[in-house]
């Protein structure tokens, strides 16, 4: 048995470890799962993160642990960056369209944080299911001109046990039939919703006013004490912030840990995965380069690798691993293609009254009512609107304007106090379908190189008339919204704060799974038509964007496909029994 916790720096699990029958790089949502299951089924697995960690003991079987070593301070995690991918350094580049010439735009382009247990630890959690119209998008809604929906090599039937395998073992908070649009369960909700938030409660009563159908927020958030985790104390720091409590599910405090503490896995951080290693006759991947905390080059061998780095990251680690081709696994000329944001519509109010943005979880309220039906011209395919306000009394009172205008000290601490705009102001968020497209991509930047001398990812981006239509649609009846709750008046964002660049951390695309190899990258359980042992578990692999958060079905997807590592013809086997 491993001895654990590790003591060797930058490494958590048993650091014994030399072997390895898997690799996985990446260790959040798409890759905290497939450790997991992998090694409760006896493989040994190393996890390549190229982030921190930011939980003390997380490896540690002892009671209390671990230790958050995330708080409520808006100037370490937003002003500073704490745990995000610094663009000074490791910039991206952007453009529109290939007629803009090489790139439009360099630095901060959709950046995720980066840390042990993934993106997930700093957003608020929010986890519903895709209907299931979303696997057929493309029998639905036929041609669509300069879109390209596909079909998912799978069905909502298929997935469904693995979403309720995903919110048992994270634990998600919810009330079964609230929505009326929700997907069918096989399951309750593991926990009950917690308190609504007053925001919640007064947008929602406004939502019913004009018909709408406002429910608690499915969010893997305790509400209950939850397999040695204490329910949420509402401290309204969720979006954007660690937990400091661990009552969010990040993939560090539910699968990763659990992964740790079998004594198989060897999870190493601060490794920036730098290129796959490939055999003689590139069919088999043979491990990784890296760089090791100090920067310094270092190898670790597989005999499978998962790619679970997000999607930008994943399509561009491929791009680098080939030099001089089309990349890694890429005979289909679908790598990269296809990417895909939320197209994200915001309607703003300002209330009389304050809010209390520090008494919650960021968002509790939501309805489904917008996510529309496939080929309805009245009810266009948007996506599911969250109804919330803020705790973030620095970002939302424009700090550096009011130092500019000559509050300094005191005045300026009571300015925040009394937060006069923020406390106020109430959001509806709607996360709307964003139509995939083949030239909306990621590829390698070769005339910019970050500080490792690495090429940066290019985004190639422009949303599509689909969700612009959307948008149009529905931005009314969001201002609607606002108006039946008592808004003093409202207003609607347009595109993304004036810049084309997509700001939505829902990020998807880049390694399409199918079931054809000359249209895909990958077959129905992620693994690489072209590699014999590649795979990706991460937000590549979603042929389509839904209109949901796609956090909860990118993990589910992700026990599907580490199901299907064990046992390719029976992948619902590592849903019994259930972990202890």
Known sequence: MASLPSSVPHVLGDSSLDRFDVLVIGSGAGGAPVAWVLARAGLRVCVLEAGSCYFVGLDDPAPGNPVSLFSNDEIKLEARGLIQQQARVEPRSFRESSRDGPRSH????????????????????????????????????????????????????????????????????????????????????????????????????????????????????????????????????C??????????????????????????????????????????????????????????????????????????ESARLCLMSAPGTAGLGNSSDM??????????????????????????????????????????????????????????????????????????????????????????????????????????????????RDIHGLPVPRITYQAHAFELAARRHYTPRLLAVHEAAGAQFAFATRGYGGSPIPVSRHVMGTLRMGNDPARSVTDRFGRFHDLENLYATDGSVLPTSSGYNPTLTIQALALRAAGAMLDRSRPEAILEPEPA
Request: hydrophobic residues 40%; glycine residues 12%; proline residues 9%.
């Open 106 to 237: 360099v630095g901060e382009v959709n950046n995720l944080p980066r840390t042990v247990g993934g993106a997930f630890v700093h957003a608020d959690c929010k986890t519903p299911r895709f209907q299931p119209f979303d696997f057929q998008m493309a029998s639905l809604l036929g041609d669509v001109p300069g879109a390209s929906f596909a079909d998912w090599p799978l069905d909502y039937d298929e997935l469904e046990p693995f979403y309720s395998a995903a919110e048992r073992w994270i634990g998600v908070q919810g009330r079964d039939g609230a929505d009326p649009f929700a997907a069918p369960r096989s399951e309750p909700f593991p926990m009950p919703p917690g308190p609504e938030m007053y925001v919640g409660r007064v947008l929602s009563e406004g939502a019913r006013h004009v018909g709408l159908h406002p429910f608690p927020y499915p969010t893997a958030i305790t509400s209950r004490d939850y397999r040695g985790r204490p329910p949420c104390n509402d401290c309204g720091f």
């Open 239 to 312: 979006a954007g912030f660690g937990c400091p409590i661990n009552a969010k599910s990040s993939p560090a405090v539910t699968f990763l840990r659990d992964a740790l503490l079998t004594g198989y896995v060897q999870l190493r951080h601060d490794a920036l995965a730098t290129r796959l290693l490939v055999s003689e006759g590139g069919r088999r991947v043979l491990g990784a380069e890296y760089l090791d905390p100090q920067g310094r080059p270092a190898q670790v061998r597989a005999d499978r690798v998962v790619l679970a780095a997000s999607p930008i």
């Open 335 to 448: 790598l990269g293609r296809n990417l895909m944001f939320h197209h994200q519509t915001l309607a703003l109010g300002i209330y009389p009254q304050r809010f209390h943005g520090e008494r919650g979880r960021s968002v509790t309220s939501g309805f489904s009512d917008f996510r529309g039906v496939p080929g309805d011209p009245d009810r266009p395919l948007g996506g599911i609107v969250e109804i919330g306000t803020s705790s973030r009394k620095i970002a939302d009172e424009v700090v550096p304007a009011m130092v500019s205008m000559g509050l300094r000290g005191a005045a300026l601490k009571r300015w925040l106090r009394e937060s006069p705009l923020g406390a106020h102001m109430a959001g509806l968020i709607m996360q709307a379908e964003d139509a995939p497209q083949l030239d909306n991509r990621v590829d390698l930047d070769r005339g910019i």
